[in-house]
C-alpha cells in the first residue's frame, strides 16, 4: 500500500484505504431492499363464545369459532365464511398463541383458504379486560399475525399465494377486526 500511495495524490489514500474495506459482501447488503406494506383488505370477523378445553400441559387451551363477517380492500372483497375457528393457547403470563384457519369468499364467487398465526399480548390488567369482553383500544394490546393464503392458481387472486402478508388485530366482544398487509 506505501508503494501505492507514492504514486497516487494524497487525497487518495484515504478513498483507497475506504475502497479495500468495504467489501463485496457489505455491498450487496447495503442494495438489500427494506421492506415496506401494501394494504390488502380488513376484514371483520364474528366469533362464538369461546370453548374452554381446559389446562394441558402446553397451556391453556380454547376453541373460538368463526361465525361470519366480511372484508374489503382496494383489489378484493367478500365475505368471511362460517366454520373456521381460532385455536388459541394461554400462556401461564396471559400471552395468547393465535391460530385461526377459515375461509373467505371474494364477491366473485372465489374461496381462498387462509392460516393466521400469531400473538396477542398486553399487561395483565388489559388481558383480564379483554377477557371480560370489554372493548380495549388496541394501542393498549400488541396482536400481531402472519397469515398464508391460498386460492385457485387460475383465480385472478393466485398472486395471493405467492405474497408474504401480515396483520395487526383488534379484539371485540364478539368479533376481531383485522387488517391484512403485502409485505413488499
Avoid: C
Avoid at 500500500?1 to 504514486?7: A, F, G, I, V
Avoid at 372484508?71 to 385455536?87: C, H, S
Avoid at 396482536?143 to 401480515?166: G, P, Q
Amino acid at each position: 500500500m506505501q508503494l501505492l500511495r507514492s504514486y497516487l495524490p494524497p487525497f487518495y489514500g484515504p478513498l483507497l484505504l475506504l475502497a479495500m474495506t468495504v467489501s463485496p459482501a457489505n455491498a450487496e447488503q447495503a442494495t438489500l431492499a427494506k421492506p415496506e406494506l401494501a394494504f390488502l383488505f380488513e376484514a371483520t370477523v364474528t366469533l362464538d363464545p369461546p370453548r374452554e378445553v381446559g389446562q394441558t400441559h402446553y397451556g391453556k387451551r380454547r376453541i373460538i369459532g368463526i361465525n361470519g363477517g366480511h372484508f374489503e380492500g382496494p383489489r378484493i372483497k367478500g365475505e368471511v365464511l362460517p366454520g373456521g375457528a381460532d385455536w388459541q393457547t394461554v400462556r401461564a403470563d396471559g400471552t395468547a398463541d393465535l391460530v385461526a384457519n377459515y375461509s373467505l369468499k371474494t364477491s366473485d364467487g372465489v374461496i381462498i383458504y387462509v392460516e393466521n398465526t400469531g400473538v396477542r399480548t398486553a399487561a395483565p390488567d388489559v388481558l383480564a379486560r379483554l377477557a371480560k369482553g370489554e372493548d380495549v383500544p388496541p394501542s393498549e394490546y400488541y396482536m400481531r399475525t402472519s397469515a398464508k393464503l391460498e386460492v385457485d392458481n387460475t383465480s385472478e387472486y393466485a398472486w395471493l399465494n405467492k405474497a408474504v402478508i401480515i396483520s395487526t388485530g383488534m379484539r371485540r366482544a364478539n368479533s376481531v377486526i383485522l387488517r391484512f398487509y403485502q409485505v413488499l
